[in-house]
């Protein structure tokens, strides 16, 4: 039992992260159809601005954490601006290769800010951890964990209680009923990119505290995109729960299964559960069955 | 390429490839300066016009399955690995001659592929990427992993024979490779414009509409699949034997988005497209290469080695300029041009 609960609650922890990714990717493909590749980016770009803010520019956490959120914003918009509003209209595999190609472009960036060298901020913020029925917990893992659901809950009430978030619902249902309705279907366009971009950094400062600051970061959203599948492409509670049992999942394969096989199995285990998950339920956990006609 | 006023008055005239004298004269004296050139050509543009060709064997496969068939694959590195495992296992291990393993490396890529088809039955679009990306992950997971592939020590496969004439340089190694790729190639652009070619284009363009119109859907998907893969198997087997080293890091999931480019850039369903989408991307990669030394002695801040990261940029870069403004591909300017060229004195 003490094994399990060693595997299963750093994997829930971590599992969280995944969920916010997947979530990121669940907004932008709920309003706009678009499944999106390049949130990996925009999650790892929010872990290396929080570090430059951070350790190379020296500022408070406070500070840094606004600077990361509002260069993700500024990201996110420039992504919607620039590459994906003049694909409206064009197919959806486009919409969806071209998030693929902003994922290149990106990834070349990254790199180049890298220069194959790992980032770490680890040490600035150890705030020391504690025993649970005898299963060390990091007190830093605890805080992003309820960040986690606070993002959610926030993202909730946004849905629920304000116009704008009325307005995403709608454009979600139909794009040309709701802009008949007076919504405006680019702005909210935007928005959603912006908010998902903001997501999808506070998810990357999570990750990138836990695995540091190097050159697989941004493959981070090809699994949440496994997670947003996993859960249904249109569902945000489904990616919450996908996104804690793949992250206990992967643990608990890589525990138990790890040294019959020979390793790596915790990154595969990922790919393996989606492989399950398309032939058995390809819309997923919550996700909404599309009847298609000719 | 046909001058104005060529006209076809027979069925033959109009299915031919080769269609005036000039077009002979053209692909003989072609292929004489590509057999030629190994004996002015310098060492590196050789091993360029090497890998130029093995990239546009796995693009052609590419081509089929994603260009006609519809089904985008992100699949065909791992593919292509399992045809070099393959064929460096049948001749280091078992001591088949190359030019057996080369077909049973195909076959058994293609076989393989199957598997990777198989979700195609209830998925689609960009849902099969997704199982596709799951599929290579998967595969380059297993390679590692068994005993026989060499764990991640990779292994050595010996160069190709003929009694005991060995193909062990990359100007003797050219011959075969280049014949290879031009048998793929007159494979695919004959393969296209058959029965099956045109079921995958059908299948393309509404796949609902192409079952009511009676063409079995999961048969024609399961065959597109076999086809890529065994078309990267093809690829792998020439590499493994080129390069005399496989192992599992030269086949990761950025190669793959690499050939997916190739197919952007190029254009979809054309086969002229795949040359010019591999030698496009080839051709500005080594640009990169060349520029980013003297950009690094420009801007130091950049690093000491820039040219990896800045090829993936540029890469994605001419990619979103691709999709936004030519997203038909460099075959659609190919085709605009010939119209233009068959017209030429009059205006329309």
């Known amino acids: ?294 | 390429m046909r001058p104005c006023g060529t006209f076809d008055e027979r069925y033959s005239q109009d299915m031919a490839i080769l269609r005036i004298k000039r077009h002979w004269g053209l692909l003989i004296g072609a292929l004489i300066l590509l057999y030629l050139f190994p004996l002015f050509g310098s060492y590196y543009f050789i091993s360029l016009v090497n890998s130029l060709c093995i990239g546009i064997i796995i693009v052609l496969g590419l081509q089929i399955v994603s260009g006609y068939c519809g089904q985008i694959s992100f699949g065909q590195a791992a593919f292509m690995a399992v045809g070099a495992y393959t064929s460096a296992i049948l001749t280091g291990k078992v001591g088949l001659s190359f030019f057996l393993a080369l077909p049973i490396s195909g076959i058994v890529a293609g076989l393989i592929g199957l598997g990777g088809g198989a979700p195609s039955l209830r998925i689609k679009g960009f849902y099969l990427a997704m199982a596709t990306i799951a599929i290579h992950f998967v595969v380059m997971w297993l390679i590692p992993h068994l005993d026989i592939t060499g764990k991640t020590q990779g292994l050595h496969p010996p160069a190709p024979q003929i009694g005991s004439f060995t193909f062990d340089s990359d100007e003797k190694i050219y011959y075969i490779i280049v014949t290879v790729m031009l048998l793929m190639t007159y494979g695919a652009r004959n393969m296209v414009r058959t029965r099956v070619g045109r079921a995958f284009v059908a299948i393309r363009d509404n796949d609902l509409a192409a079952e009511v119109m009676g063409i079995e859907l999961y048969r024609y998907k399961l065959l597109a699949f076999f086809i890529s893969c065994f078309y990267a198997g093809i690829a792998g087997s020439l590499w493994a034997h080129w390069i005399q080293v496989v192992h599992p890091e030269q086949f990761t999931l950025l190669h793959a988005l690499n050939y997916i480019g190739m197919l952007i850039v190029g254009g979809g369903g054309s086969i002229p497209g795949v040359f010019f989408g591999v030698i496009f991307l080839r051709l500005l990669d080594e640009g990169v290469m060349f520029a980013a030394p003297l950009l690094a002695s420009i801007f130091p801040w950049i690093g000491i080695h820039p040219a990896a990261s800045m090829s993936v940029s540029v890469f994605g870069i001419v990619l979103i300029i691709f999709l936004i403004y030519e997203p038909r591909g460099l075959a659609h300017r190919w085709e605009i041009f010939k119209t233009s060229y068959r017209l030429y004195p009059f205006s329309h």
């Open chain 1, 1 to 294: 039992m003490k094994e399990f609960l060693q595997l299963a609650i750093p994997g829930l922890m971590i599992g969280g992260l995944y969920s916010l990714v997947a979530a990121a990717i669940v907004l932008v493909y709920k309003s706009t159809r678009v499944v999106s590749l390049a949130h990996g980016q925009l999650l790892a770009f929010g872990g290396l601005f929080f570090w430059i803010g951070l350790v190379v520019l020296h500022l408070p956490l406070p500070i840094s954490i606004l600077l990361a959120l509002v260069s993700s914003t500024i990201m996110g918009w420039l992504v919607e601006r620039i590459t994906l509003r003049p694909l409206i209209g064009q197919p959806l595999i486009s919409a969806f290769l071209m998030t693929f190609a902003i994922f290149m472009a990106l990834d070349g960036v990254f790199q180049l800010i890298l220069k194959g060298e790992s980032k770490t901020y680890a040490t600035l913020l150890s705030l020391g951890e504690f025993e649970v029925v005898g299963v060390p917990i990091r007190v830093v893992q605890l805080i992003s964990f309820a960040v986690v659901l606070l993002v959610f809950l926030l993202l909730a009430l946004f849905f629920r209680f304000t116009k704008t978030g009325l307005g995403m619902r709608a454009t979600a249902e139909d794009h040309q009923l709701s802009q008949s309705t007076g919504i405006n279907v680019r702005t909210i366009f935007s928005l959603i990119w912006i908010i998902s971009a903001i997501v999808a950094s506070v998810a990357g400062m999570g990750t990138a505290y836990v695995m540091d600051i190097h050159f697989p970061l941004p493959y981070i959203g090809i699994k949440g995109l496994i997670v947003a599948l996993f859960g249904g492409l249109d569902s945000l509670p489904g990616a919450l729960l996908a996104g804690l049992i793949l992250g206990i999942l992967e643990n608990l394969f890589a525990g138990y299964l790890d040294p019959l096989v020979g390793g790596g199995l915790k990154d595969v285990a990922a790919y393996v559960l989606l492989l399950i998950v398309l032939l058995v339920k390809p819309y997923g956990l919550f996700g909404l069955k599309r009847i298609e006609r000719v």
